[in-house]
């Protein structure tokens, strides 16, 4: 399974971006998926999950209310749409997911449950 996540970019305070991750193959519509970020000289950091179905989500604490994570099954497709950035929401941001888990363990798990991980997307939110 490969994964490539496009449409970071620079962005001022209170805009908006939606990131988009495109799988190489429909077996992942059978399961769930995730965005993680990894800013710099942090580790990285759960961010949000979706079940294969799309009717469970998940998030964490410093993003709820201005992320919402979606898929379009069709298209193998999850995607990120990031409302209000904050400053501190600057990162490299990865797709991922698991063929083990689900959406809430990669929500909770310290490691995430990920057998799959994509390529980072920047998102850089001035001030």
């Known amino acids: 399974v490969q994964l490539q996540a496009s449409g970071g970019g620079l962005v001022q305070a209170g805009g908006s971006l939606r990131l988009s991750c495109a799988a190489s193959?429909?077996?992942?519509?059978?399961?769930?998926m995730a965005w993680f970020r990894q800013a710099p000289g942090k580790e990285r950091e759960f961010v949000a999950s979706?079940?294969?179905?799309?009717?469970?989500?998940y998030y964490a604490d410093s993003v709820k209310g201005r992320f919402t994570i979606s898929r379009d099954s069709a298209k193998n497709t999850v995607y990120l749409q990031m409302n209000n950035l904050k400053p501190e929401d600057t990162a490299d941001y990865y797709c991922a997911t698991t063929r083990r888990s689900t959406a809430h363990t990669m929500a909770t798990s310290p490691s995430g449950d990920v057998d799959y991980w994509g390529k980072g997307t920047l998102v850089t939110v001035s001030s």
């Open positions: 979706i079940s294969w179905g799309g009717g469970l989500t």
């Open positions: 193959t429909r077996a992942v519509s059978d399961y769930p």
